[in-house]
């Protein structure tokens, strides 16, 4: 487990990515949430209010489509 401090700015986007998706437990998975604002949503678990989506990790390499 690994535990990243840093300093608060004012953003404009705050996003989340997983490298293995944690619904599925699938490494081949890569799991992304992106939202407007600091991103207080993200880590206090509100339903529905970022953006998500899956890719795909293809020999190493994320796969956008």
């Known amino acids: 487990m690994v535990v990243l401090v840093q300093e608060i700015i004012n953003a404009n986007y705050a996003f ?5 998706n944690p619904s599925s437990g ?3 998975e890569i799991y992304a ?3 407007k ?3 207080e949503a993200l880590v206090e678990a509100y339903l ?5 989506f899956i ?3 293809h020999e190493g390499f994320w796969q956008f489509s």
């Open 33 to 35: 949430e992106v939202l």
């Open 16 to 20: 989340i990515i997983h490298t293995t």
């Open 37 to 39: 604002g600091l991103g």
């Open 55 to 57: 890719n795909l990790v």
């Open 26 to 28: 699938d490494p081949s």
């Open 48 to 52: 529905g209010r970022a953006l998500s």
